[in-house]
């Protein structure tokens, strides 16, 4: 086997600040960086760490669906592969949440016998909790993908904050457009409504991806989710409608097992 590898990383969701040492390094000691970062300002800046980066974004509009692009984008990193070459991929994020050619190309360049890891990023979850001050420790947190949740009656437990990512492809099942749906945001907010007063306030969420931008942050009544700005970097962010109830069964379970395993009882 030849020297050839994979390492998968993430760029963070700001401008070169937020990429950690190891994700730097392994984009400088690649012999070709493949990209996917949204922005040509940051493609342009990962240029002047390897001269070598192709980006992976022209891809969209040759396959013409999300699912042919990704499928093209992991073709190309295999090629690098065989070609001998240590390849890096870098993708904005955490290379590891909502990007699906960066599982894929591990798992398929493994299956061939390539070494292949990822490295972690800053997401955008870690930025939304930072900017509206959130912290999952709290009250707890349920996170989903838009589509997800809402074809598959995920449950929704209103004592907890809500995270719904990707709003904007909500009715889009094909992924073959890239703007969002009033329609399809009309259909999610009555899904909600079933466990929110409709006046409930939500916030449409988008992270700085530059230090001159700042997170946009939409904060709007439930029943007029339809009415916000959203795209395809939007996150819906769903507060606690009410603080959660401590279970007296659960506290004398758990005190009666501990009694049990002081007093040396086997269950």
């Known amino acids: 086997m030849t020297h050839a590898s994979l390492i998968v990383v993430g760029t963070g969701i700001g401008l070169a600040g937020q990429i950690t040492i190891e994700a730097l390094n392994a984009i400088k000691e690649a012999e070709i960086v493949f990209s996917l970062m949204g922005d040509p300002l940051v493609d342009a800046w990962l240029q002047t760490l390897n001269a070598n980066i192709e980006p992976l974004e022209p891809l969209y509009e040759q396959a013409g669906s999300r699912p042919r692009a990704y499928l093209a984008m992991v073709e190309k990193i295999l090629a690098a592969l065989h070609a001998g070459k240590r390849v890096c991929a870098a993708f904005y994020g955490h290379p590891g949440i909502f990007v699906t050619p960066s599982h894929e190309a591990i798992r398929r360049a493994r299956a061939l016998g390539f070494s292949a890891i990822m490295l972690p990023g800053v997401s955008a979850e870690d930025a939304l909790a930072a900017d ?20 598959n009656q995920r449950p929704v437990d209103a004592c907890a904050a809500l995270v719904l990512w990707q709003i904007g492809v909500l009715g889009d099942g094909a992924f073959t457009e890239f703007q969002s749906r009033p329609a399809a ?6 899904v909600l409504e079933e466990s929110y007063p409709s006046d409930h306030e939500v916030v449409v969420y988008v992270a ?11 904060r709007i009544a439930l029943h007029d989710l339809y009415r916000a700005r959203v795209d395809q970097a939007s996150t819906l962010y769903v507060p606690p409608l009410y603080r959660p109830q401590p279970s007296s ?3 004398l379970l758990l005190e009666r097992f501990l009694h049990d395993e002081l007093e040396g009882v086997t269950p």
Do not use: H, S
Request: aromatic share 10%.
């Open 132 to 151: 509206l001050g959130v912290d999952p420790g709290a009250w707890g947190m349920q996170t989903y993908e838009a589509r997800d949740f809402f074809i």
């Open 185 to 190: 945001l009309k259909a999610l907010a009555c």
């Open 208 to 218: 700085a991806t530059l230090p001159t931008n700042p997170a946009r942050i939409e």
């Open 249 to 251: 069964a659960r506290i």
